[in-house]
């Protein structure tokens, strides 16, 4: 059977969270390169996931997906968009059974056939009873999952609900944990498995009675939520890594993919031919703060070193398999080559140098703050009691160079001349664009 | 691992919820495993919680997706976790009032007897922890840098007043709300990814006007994030324009004018 992708999810809820209200029903469908019909029936089963999850916000019945998304920007740190990864489908009994299995095991220790009896009793009335062989592959599956663990070596085996881990804690340390996961998972990556835990020990947080409020007092400024609809890829890509495989994706350029406004959009999924087929060596992956993106980086046996945005591969699949001293070679290569990259580019390195103005109101200086921060492997010599400087040998202009312009008239470029000059033009211009007010 | 495991759909999800039962899976307490290592576990537990939680999960893999991860244009990490973290939720959480010492910008210090918290804030730029709270004192909503808290302690406050206190929170940060509307100059709309990007750590809505292809991105802050959204502007540079938010603009144009008179006529 073919691996279910989420990759149609994917781009959908990309769209929804970067773009969300800009298009009609229409205009989105074309964008992505599908039917309305298969709009339509997407968003019905995103706001159905939705709808399921969130059980406060179901009485707005016209709440539309993108509102939603933006709902309680300011007042929660859940993580709106980990519901695709509850997107795998599955037949209703199933979610009963399961239920029910994992619901026996919480407290007692029970036999498969001890299940299999409590659960045809429980069962609705409508369904079919389900047969112990049924349940012992149930019982396979939540213990290779990890939920559930076998307690005796001898048959018949006996099952419970592997909870240790929370049953073992006081409320003041169940507290402390939540914290953590919170924190970490919204600080540091990877995070979906954090947030899928941020979940279970706010649920084990409310079955001890401890308020629901006591969930809700971090939040986090300045998120990029979208962040973790990329880590759906990233734990094949690892797993080819491993194993030393290349990889088969299907591409589709995030930036022509976005280009709206040409005539000749939009090669998203579905329109398959318009998106490149593929196949590479992946060595690393990058992300990049900047932005809250990833890229894939990769060997490519007609280019070499390439980088892919996350966002474009769809129908990612193991290929076949290289040698070590292949792998070793490709890695130590692009390590090389990212050695100045301020991301990812890997072209010629130029010397730039800055000269930095510091605050002229007393208190503290964020400007030097902020390059000793950010300015990653710059150098900073003192010049005077007004500047500093501020010198870089980096892969290329073009992504250090929005970085400098943030700080707007605290940064003057002296080195290279044609970069200064780019910068007083533009500087002219953007000054134009506000002159006529 | 696969994070779409059917153990994970939302159905199972609520029902189990309904149930008032749990399903911790390996992939969940691997994460915590692998994420224990980071040196914030040492000020987020006690030393006997960490060992704890240690020894329950020393039979987990850890994960080793790290391995193969290059974060890049990050910020240093100042601070994940702050050793105030842990008083100052219960604090709130109880409903408590708060006495605070802080050092404040020009030197010396302040005491204020009795505050109210509202949330700990975390900025993910600057990799720093705020407090921010109501000083009944001087009747305003403070945001304050948990590494400038000299101490903080609970007091009291009478259980009457905590929800008058709660909504005129609420009240203040209502008053703080600012919107402000950026366009995309249409010669970049090739970078419409990058650029909305840009502004996705923002509540924000995005209107596209397909006659004349012009992207509107209506961006909702705080008040006090104005400076932020002025340097993911410039960030930016010539691809967008503020055409709303008198403000900004001027803070832009001023931004320009003093940008072009540092390299002067060359």
Redesign the interface.
């Known amino acids: 059977m073919a691996k279910?992708s989420?990759d149609k999810e994917i781009q959908f809820l990309r769209m929804l969270?970067?773009?969300?209200?800009?298009?009609s029903r229409q205009?989105f469908a074309e964008r992505l390169g599908i039917s309305v019909h298969t709009y339509d029936k997407t968003l019905r089963n995103l706001k159905e996931?939705v709808t399921?999850?969130q059980q406060d916000l179901t009485t707005e019945q016209g709440t539309e997906l993108?509102e939603w998304l933006?709902y309680n920007?300011?007042e929660s740190a859940d993580p709106l968009l980990l519901?695709l990864?509850?997107?795998?489908?599955?037949k209703?009994t199933?979610?009963?059974r399961?239920?029910l299995l994992?619901?026996a095991l919480?407290s007692e220790e029970l036999t498969a056939k001890e299940l299999h009896d409590g659960c045809c009793d429980q069962m609705p009335a409508d369904s079919p009873l389900p047969d112990e062989k049924t349940i012992r592959g149930d019982l396979k599956?939540?213990e290779e999952?990890?939920?559930i663990v076998r307690v005796n070596e001898k048959r018949p085996y006996r099952y419970k609900?592997?909870?240790?881990?929370?049953d073992?804690?006081t409320d003041d340390?169940l507290?402390?944990?939540f914290?953590?996961?919170d924190?970490?998972a919204?600080?540091?990556?990877?995070s979906?498995?954090?947030y899928?835990?941020r979940?279970?020990l706010k649920?084990?947080l409310r079955?001890r009675d401890i308020?629901p409020?006591?969930t809700e007092?971090?939040?986090?400024?300045?998120?990029?939520?979208?962040r973790i609809l990329d880590?759906?890829h990233?734990?094949t890509?690892?797993g080819a890594?491993?194993q030393r495989r290349t990889i088969k994706f299907l591409y589709l350029s995030?930036?022509k993919?976005?280009?709206?406004?040409?005539q000749n959009t939009n090669p998203l999924f579905e329109r398959e031919s318009a998106g490149i087929t593929d196949s590479l060596l992946p060595l690393?992956?990058?992300?990049?703060?900047?932005?809250?993106?990833w890229y894939l980086i990769g060997y490519h046996s007609r280019t070499g070193i390439k980088k892919l945005r996350m966002d474009g591969l769809t129908q990612v699949e193991e290929g076949e398999p290289v040698e070590e001293e292949e792998f070793a070679q490709r890695l130590q290569q692009l390590e090389a080559q990212?050695e100045y990259?301020?991301?990812?580019d890997t072209n010629r390195a130029v010397k730039v140098a800055v000269r930095f103005?510091n605050p002229s109101r007393?208190?503290?200086n964020f400007i030097r703050e902020r390059v000793?921060?950010?300015g990653?492997w710059g150098t900073i010599t003192e010049e005077s009691d007004t500047t500093f400087l501020y010198e870089i040998t980096v892969n290329e202009i073009f992504?250090i160079?929005?970085?400098l312009?943030?700080?707007?008239?605290s940064c003057?470029i002296l080195e290279p001349r044609w970069l200064?000059?780019q910068?007083?033009e533009?500087?002219?211009?953007?000054?134009s664009?506000?002159?006529s007010? | 691992?696969?994070?779409?495991?059917?153990?994970?759909?939302?159905?199972?999800?609520?029902?189990?919820?309904e149930?008032?039962?749990?399903?911790?899976?390996?992939?969940?307490?691997?994460?915590?495993k692998t994420?224990l290592g980071?040196p914030?576990?040492a000020e987020?537990?006690?030393t006997e919680?960490l060992r704890?939680?240690n020894s329950?999960?020393e039979p987990e893999a850890s994960?080793?997706?790290?391995e193969?991860?290059?974060?890049?244009?990050?910020?240093?990490e100042?601070q994940?976790?702050h050793p105030l973290?842990?008083p100052l939720?219960?604090i709130?959480?109880q409903n408590q009032g708060i006495q605070l010492t802080y050092a404040i910008?020009?030197g010396g210090e302040r005491i204020d007897p009795s505050g109210f918290p509202h949330?700990?804030?975390?900025?993910?730029?600057?990799?720093e922890w705020y407090l921010q709270w109501y000083s009944t004192r001087q009747r305003s909503l403070m945001s304050t840098k948990l590494r400038n808290i000299v101490s903080a302690n609970p007091a009291p406050i009478p259980a009457h007043r905590i929800e008058g206190l709660k909504a005129r929170i609420s009240r203040l940060?209502d008053g703080l709300r600012e919107s402000a509307c950026i366009q995309v100059i249409?010669v970049y709309?090739?970078?419409?990814?990058?650029i909305?990007?840009?502004f996705?750590?923002?509540?924000?809505?995005?209107?596209?006007d397909?006659a004349t292809?012009i992207?509107r991105i209506t961006v909702?802050y705080?008040r006090d994030?104005s400076e932020?959204l002025?340097?993911?502007i410039?960030?930016?540079?010539?691809r967008v324009?503020?055409t709303e938010g008198e403000q900004l603009?001027?803070r832009?144009?001023k931004?320009?004018?003093?940008?072009?008179?540092?390299?002067g006529e060359?």
């Open positions: 279910e989420f969270s970067l773009a969300g209200g800009a298009y205009q996931m399921v999850l993108s933006r920007y300011y519901f990864f509850r997107a795998k489908s599955l209703e199933e979610s009963i399961l239920t994992l619901t919480q599956y939540l999952v990890g939920v609900a592997a909870n240790e881990l929370l073992q804690l340390e507290l402390d944990l914290d953590y996961v924190v970490i919204n600080t540091q990556i990877p979906v498995q954090g899928l835990l979940d279970t649920k084990a079955i308020l409020e006591a007092t971090h939040r986090y400024k300045y998120h990029y939520h979208s880590e759906a990233l734990y890509i690892f890594i491993k995030p930036k993919g976005m280009n709206y406004t040409s690393r992956v990058v992300y990049d703060h900047q932005y809250g993106r990212l990259s301020w991301v990812t103005y007393s208190g503290a000793e921060a950010q990653q992504e160079k929005p970085w312009r943030s700080f707007g008239s003057e200064r000059k910068f007083m533009e500087w002219k211009e953007i000054k664009y506000y002159e007010l | 691992m696969n994070p779409f495991e059917k153990i994970f759909n939302f159905q199972i999800i609520s029902r189990l919820e149930a008032g039962s749990l399903a911790l899976t390996s992939q969940e307490r691997s994460w915590l994420m980071h914030a576990a987020a537990f006690s919680t704890k939680l329950l999960l994960i080793e997706v790290g193969i991860i290059i974060e890049k244009a990050r910020s240093k100042r994940v976790y973290l842990r939720r219960r709130i959480m910008k020009h949330k700990l804030e975390y900025n993910m730029y600057k990799r940060l249409p709309n090739a970078e419409l990814s990058r909305l990007s840009t996705s750590c923002f509540d924000k809505s995005v209107a596209f397909e292809g992207y909702h705080m994030d932020f002025l340097s993911r410039r960030f930016l540079g010539l324009k503020i603009k001027q832009m144009l931004s320009a004018e003093m940008a072009v008179g540092r390299y060359e």
